[in-house]
């Protein structure tokens, strides 16, 4: 990757609301509330700041329902159910990008199911707005290669998460 840590990355941030549900007004408000673009700018900065990142880059959060998140559940991981987050990284290893190449690195894909985050959120008995802050900063890490295939690993990706949500400055926990 062409990088330079600890400056500011250059990124796109596609964002695609098809959610349909039944969510509350007052969460559907807390989600059209969400600058995207700003969260995940910030996140990519401040992962800058430790490790290599490509310069200009590009990602795509699609926020969907239980129905068509379970859909491409089924279709991708062959397991039918719904799930909060699923994350489709652009590229599985370090790519090395020649000097002369000048397009943004298309990172990859998120998708949040809205409902399976109202769900989790009342669990938690938390915002909304936090639940997807979580979901958010998961699927961004496993688009940069982050993945969690024990309790160990697991711990450590959700307290860079914490981190990250930390950066934001609008969000305090426990």
Known sequence: MNVAVGQSINSEIYVENDYMGNLSPEDLNQVKSIDWVGWFQNWLNFLNLTIDLPQDCEL??????DRQIQQYNHQ???LDHPTDVLAFASTETDLI???EFTEPL???DIIISLDTAGRQAKEQKHPVKVELAWLSTHGLL???GWDHPDDESLQQMLALQKKMIYSLNSFKFD
Not at 60 to 65: N, V
């Open 106 to 108: 298309y990172l990859g």
């Open 76 to 78: 991708y991981r062959r």
């Open 60 to 65: 795509s959060l699609k926020l969907t329902g």
């Open 97 to 99: 990008l020649p000097a």
């Open 142 to 144: 496993h688009l940069l």
